[in-house]
């Protein structure tokens, strides 16, 4: 077992897949695409940014002989899938941007990690929206885009819901949710860059100033965390004034709470 902090850290997601090695190995068994690259830029922005919100990329890499730009983020529970598609319309909107037509000379692609929220689709833990144009049967019209752009969110929270996920994807997204508890053993993975991964996210390899950044990522989300509970709470109270109208079980379902949170509220 290797003592590794925890990926769910903005902190330590980019400092592990800031490596050229560990980044381009994560986009060739999410997307097949084997990238060339020299670097991998971290809180990339543009300059002049477009449009009226600067949209800044925790990581972000550009194949130029291959015309292929890949960025990826870290997604915390709060962040909506809006923001994300928000980011990739902009990063491809940028690749035309002193040119004098429409047609995209890069594909953009846009990788979304959710370490801890939920898929919508409770059996499907990597969803992808792409570009491609369908007639309504849902068939692809070939040869209408030149490149294929996609935005493909990645959920690791519960690895073993989706069994249809690729061995290589499924390692990472078993990886990824293994560092949660601070411990991994890393014997368990096949993928030589998993093991990396664990070494360059020990312990025993975090600095100062990584720790100072992790405690400040920390209370922010407790922060959040605790005007969730006290959003919910608030509407548990409003709900039990509706208390014979509604069951404990569809107070639970509207607020987020549980049960008996419901019944310990009614009490008071």
């Known amino acids: 077992m290797v003592k590794v902090e925890s990926l769910q850290y903005d902190t330590i997601f980019k400092k592990a897949f800031c490596h050229v090695d560990l980044f381009t190995g994560l986009v060739k068994d999410f997307t097949d695409i084997h990238l060339e690259i020299d670097e991998v830029e971290h809180e990339k922005v543009f300059e002049p940014p477009i449009g009226h919100v ?40 940028e690749t035309i941007r002193r040119l004098k037509n429409y047609c995209f000379p890069k594909v953009v692609i846009t990788l979304v990690f959710f370490t801890e929220k939920k898929t919508p689709k409770p059996d499907r833990n990597i969803l992808i929206q792409d570009s491609e144009i369908r007639d309504l049967a849902g068939n692809v019209v070939e040869k209408v885009h ?15 819901s989706d069994w249809n996920v690729p061995k290589p994807c499924f390692e990472w997204i078993e990886a990824i949710n293994d560092t949660l508890d601070e411990e991994a053993d890393e014997n368990e993975y096949d993928n030589p860059l998993i093991k990396q991964l664990f070494q360059i996210i020990s312990k025993d390899k ?25 959003i919910r709470l608030e509407a548990a109270r409003e709900c039990l004034l509706l208390s014979d109208k509604l069951t404990e079980q569809e107070m639970a379902k509207i607020t987020g709470l549980t049960v008996d949170d419901i019944r310990a509220l009614s009490t008071q």
Do not use: C, W
């Open 206 to 230: 975090t600095t100062p100033e990584e720790y100072a950044h992790m405690k400040e990522e920390y209370n922010q989300r407790q922060i959040l965390v605790n005007g969730q509970k006290k």
């Open 54 to 93: 600067r949209a800044r990329f925790d990581l972000f890499a550009e194949d130029k002989k291959n015309r292929v730009i890949v960025e990826a983020q870290h997604a915390s529970n709060t962040d909506d899938f809006d923001r994300f598609f928000y980011y990739h319309i902009i990063a491809m909107a």
């Open 146 to 160: 030149g490149f294929k752009h996609r935005l493909i969110f990645i959920f690791t929270g519960d690895p073993l």
